[in-house]
C-alpha cells in the first residue's frame, strides 16, 4: 500500500476541502481485486465517521495521468454521495437529499444507484474538472469521451446513440495509446 501526495491532483483534493471542510479525504495506491472481468480502477470507502478514502488500484498506476486524474474525479463524487449519506445518519428521504432518494429506489441500493445518478449528473463535472486539469489542451468532445469511462452501461450512457458511444470508444482508446503518463 502506497499514499499519494495530495499535490499530485491538487484541484481535486483542494476542491473537496473547499466544500466540504468538516471531511476528511485521503488518496491511496493499493491493489484492488478485479471482479467479474470488469477492471477496478478504484474505489471510495468511508473509514471513519468523518474520513473518506479514495484506493486507486495499483495495478493501473501506469495510465495516462489524465486518466487518473478522471479516476479520482469519479471517486470524489461518489466520496460527496457518501459524505452526504453519512451526513444524516444513512437516512435518506425526499426531505433531505430527494435527488439522491430517487436514484436509490429507482435503482436500489445494489443497483449502482451511484452511477446512474453521476452519469445524469456529474458527467459535465468530470468534464471540466479533467479541462481544468489538462489545462484545456484538447476539444470537450476528447474530455467527454474519458469522462464517460466508467459510466458505460448506464440509462444515460444506453441513450446516446450508438454512433456517439462508439466515437467515444474509439476517442478514449486512441487517448490511452497516446496519452502522457506525467502529473500536469
Known sequence: MSFLPFFEFPMIYSSFRQIFPNFDLEIKADDIPDENN?????????????????????????????????????????????????????????????????????YGREGDWSHQQMAAHYINTIVNGLQEYDNNQHSESFYESIAWKGLQGTTVWNQLSTDQQEYYNSEYQVFLSTGSKNCQ
Open 38 to 106: 470488469t477492471i477496478t480502477l478504484g474505489e471510495t470507502s468511508m473509514t471513519g465517521s468523518k474520513q473518506f478514502t479514495i484506493t486507486l488500484n495499483s495495478r493501473y498506476l501506469d495510465l495516462p495521468s489524465l486518466d487518473i486524474a478522471r479516476t479520482l474525479l469519479h471517486e470524489a463524487i461518489h466520496a460527496e454521495m457518501k459524505r452526504k449519506i453519512a451526513s444524516v445518519g444513512g437516512e435518506i428521504t425526499t426531505k433531505n437529499f430527494p435527488g439522491i432518494y430517487d436514484y436509490y429506489t429507482r
